[in-house]
C-alpha cells in the first residue's frame, strides 16, 4: 500500500527558509523509473507544480519559482525534501508530495504553510 | 510554460447528467495530459493519465480523450459524489502546468 505525508513547520516569517519533508511507503525511490513530485495550492486556488525528483537523482524545477527550490531525497529512510528560500507570503499554500509515475498517482493529505511576520 | 485552459469554469448539473469539460494546451502536448479529482477538503485523485487511461479503480462513467492541444473528461450518468473541481495536468513539459480547474455544482 502506498502512502505519503508531507511535513513541515506550519508557520514561518518572511525571509526565512522553508523545509518540508515527505515520508513515504510502499515504494522505493531507489526502484527504477520511481519519481516523488511537489505540487502546492493555495487556500481555494489552483495546483501548482514545484518540482520533481526521480530515482537516479534526476531532479526538475518550476523555473518560475527562480532558483529558490530544492529537492533532494533520503533513500534508505524513505524520504524526499523541498526547500524554499526567502518565503513570502505568496508562498502561503497546502504543500503536496506525489508519487510518479503516472504523475501523480499517488498523493500526501498536504501540509498547510502559512508565511506571516 | 504550456498554459492549460480548462473550459467552462464551473457547471451546474443534475444527477444523470452527462458531463463534458475540456483542456486546451498552448502548444502540442501528444497525449501526455492527466486528469484530477479535487473534492473539498481532500487531496487530488488521478482519474485519467496518458490522456485516455482509466486510473486503477476509478469508475467507468469517467472517460479521457483528445491529443495534441485538445482534451476532455466526460462524466457519464453523473453521481452526488462526483460533486468536485476538475484539473488536467500537461506533463510533456516542464514546467508541468495545470489548468485553473472546473468545478461541478448541483443545479
Known amino acids: 500500500q502506498v502512502t505519503l505525508k508531507e511535513s513541515g513547520p506550519g508557520i514561518l516569517q518572511p525571509s526565512q527558509t522553508l523545509s518540508l519533508t515527505c515520508t513515504f511507503s510502499?515504494?522505493?525511490?531507489?526502484?527504477?523509473?520511481?519519481?516523488v513530485g511537489w505540487i502546492r495550492q493555495p487556500s481555494g486556488k489552483g495546483l501548482e507544480w514545484l518540482a520533481n525528483i526521480w530515482w537516479d537523482d534526476d531532479k526538475y524545477y518550476n523555473p518560475s519559482l527562480k532558483n529558490r527550490l530544492t529537492i533532494s531525497k533520503d533513500t534508505s529512510n524513505n524520504q524526499a525534501f523541498l526547500k524554499i528560500t526567502n518565503v513570502d507570503t505568496a508562498d502561503t499554500a497546502t504543500y503536496y508530495c506525489?508519487?510518479?509515475?503516472?504523475?501523480?498517482?499517488?498523493w500526501g493529505q498536504g501540509t498547510l504553510v502559512t508565511v506571516s511576520s | 510554460n504550456t498554459v492549460m485552459t480548462q473550459s467552462p469554469t464551473s457547471m451546474f448539473i443534475s444527477v444523470g447528467d452527462r458531463v463534458t469539460m475540456n483542456c486546451k494546451a498552448s502548444q502540442n502536448v501528444g497525449t501526455n495530459v492527466d486528469w484530477y479529482q479535487q473534492k473539498t477538503g481532500q487531496s487530488p485523485k488521478l482519474l485519467i493519465y496518458g490522456a485516455s487511461n482509466r486510473y486503477t479503480g476509478v469508475p467507468d462513467r469517467f472517460t479521457g480523450s483528445g491529443s495534441g492541444t485538445d482534451f476532455t473528461l466526460t462524466i457519464s450518468n453523473m453521481q452526488a459524489e462526483d460533486l468536485a473541481v476538475y484539473y488536467c495536468l500537461q506533463y510533456n513539459y516542464n514546467p508541468h502546468t495545470f489548468g485553473a480547474g472546473t468545478k461541478l455544482e448541483l443545479k
Open positions: 510502499g515504494f522505493s525511490l531507489s526502484t527504477y523509473g520511481m519519481g
Open positions: 506525489a508519487r510518479i509515475p503516472p504523475p501523480f498517482a499517488y
